[in-house]
């Protein structure tokens, strides 16, 4: 599975952006698809994720109510809404694929660059 992600870039504080991750492969029901992220100078979390069959959307306490993930099965697609964005959400936003609902990823896209200004 490959994972391509896109979206990124530099807002300011209060803005929002929409990231989207393409996966090609397949990708099985139990699956959950979602996003990682690393800031500058820490170790990469967990951000969200969803269960690719349905049944189950999480989220790191942190972007609970301002972050939306979404998916397109039949584009299989991802999709992460931030809204209400501050500079600590600056890091380079990853898609994953894991078995559990929080990680740790199996699979891992290039990354993207979100970067709020404030």
């Known amino acids: 599975v490959q994972l391509q992600a896109s979206g990124g870039g530099l807002v300011q504080a209060g803005d929002s952006l929409r990231l989207s991750c393409v996966a090609s492969g397949r990708i099985f029901s139990s699956s959950f698809m979602g996003w990682f992220r690393q800031a500058p100078g820490k170790e990469r979390e967990f951000v969200a994720s969803l269960k690719w069959g349905g049944g189950g959307i999480y989220y790191a306490d942190s972007v609970k109510g301002r972050f939306t993930i979404s998916r397109d099965n039949a584009k299989n697609t991802v999709n992460l809404q931030m809204n209400s964005l501050n500079p600590e959400d600056t890091a380079v936003y990853y898609c994953?694929?894991?078995?559990?609902?929080?990680?740790?990823?199996?699979?891992w896209g290039q990354g993207t660059l979100v970067t709020i200004s404030s």
């Open positions: 994953t694929i894991s078995q559990y609902t929080r990680g740790p990823p199996k699979y």
